[in-house]
């Protein structure tokens, strides 16, 4: 039984080295490289057709793309503003000395000379320019630049509120001026202005001395003041009372006046205007004109006087008035406070410092006679 086990034992170990040594004796075959399968291309014909003479050449259509193409960046537009010494410039009312847009753009240029200094001329892009003032388009890089300069002499002008005006200048020397006046005085001296009062005109303004650094306006203001004729006799609550009298400051009167001794007023002038004074408190006033008749230069004046009466400040109408026609005997005009029935005026408008209230006002072209009564 042993013998038969060490047989099978022996016959199983002997076919397993002819297995081994069946393989181990096999001529090698090379080794394959995997290779890479490419995916299925289209068959092609070899032989390419040969396109005929008349035949378009179609380019393949590619398939069309939404692609955002850069776009340039627009290109800066600057301007620089230079002073040279002795002033500055303002450019559009500011100090700013650059600009830069990527427009054209505007800009006003003023030149600010310092004290007695002036501008000689501007340079803009190696232009010269003149003028104290420039209004300028930019539209390319621009360089500008104000020379100023010592002045020599400047403009001084004087004016006033009131036509025939009259001041005294001092510069070098003593010169009375009828006014507006423009005078040429040398840079940074001192001139005096003194406002002179006429027979018409108080100054309203005290002497000025003012050193000249600049082109310069000096204003003046005057009033006008009531030219006095004295007196003229009125019946006052019966009684006959002189009362104040002045000319109207804006008529050169020509005439006389004269009077008797029982309150009639003989007048005679081409023109003559004056005011009379009647406190306002007297509201009744009756003026009595006769005998009256144009002038001998003008026969044919139909109404040569009128009689006015002054209202309250501030309102309007501030006046009434009555016209006499020629050749009247006898009229008497009768004011209620200042207001007539019926009337020929009604003044509005501007009011004057000598329109007194309660005032009587006779403008006269040739003769007649007055009479005022008044009471409260």
Known sequence: MQRKT??????????????????LLQPKTPGQVPVQTQPAQPVVNATKPQPSQNATQVQPQLPAQNVTQPQPKPSLIMATIEASQGGRVLANGTD???WNSTKPFKLVLEAVPERCMALDYWLVNDTRLSGDRLNLTIAGNTTIK???TKATTYTVEITSNSSNAVAIV?????AVYTLPVTLRVNACSTITVKPWETQELRPLNGTLKVTVERDTTLRLFFQLKAQPLGSLPVYINGTLTEAKTWRDPFFESRGTIEVTSDGWIHLVGNPLVFFIYIPPNYTHVNVT???VAPPPTNPGLTAPI????????GTSPFAYGK??????KKVTIVFTGCYTQPWNTAVTGRRYNVELPGAIEIDLYGEAWIKIEASP
């Open 306 to 313: 009128e009689v006015i009466r002054y209202c309250d400040w």
């Open 289 to 291: 004109v006769r005998d």
């Open 6 to 23: 060490l047989l099978v034992t022996l016959v199983i170990v002997a076919i397993i080295v002819s297995v081994f040594l069946y393989f």
């Open 96 to 98: 700013t000395t650059t």
């Open 170 to 174: 001092t510069v070098d020397n003593k």
């Open 146 to 148: 104000a020379f100023f």
């Open 323 to 328: 016209v006499v026609p020629i050749h009247v």
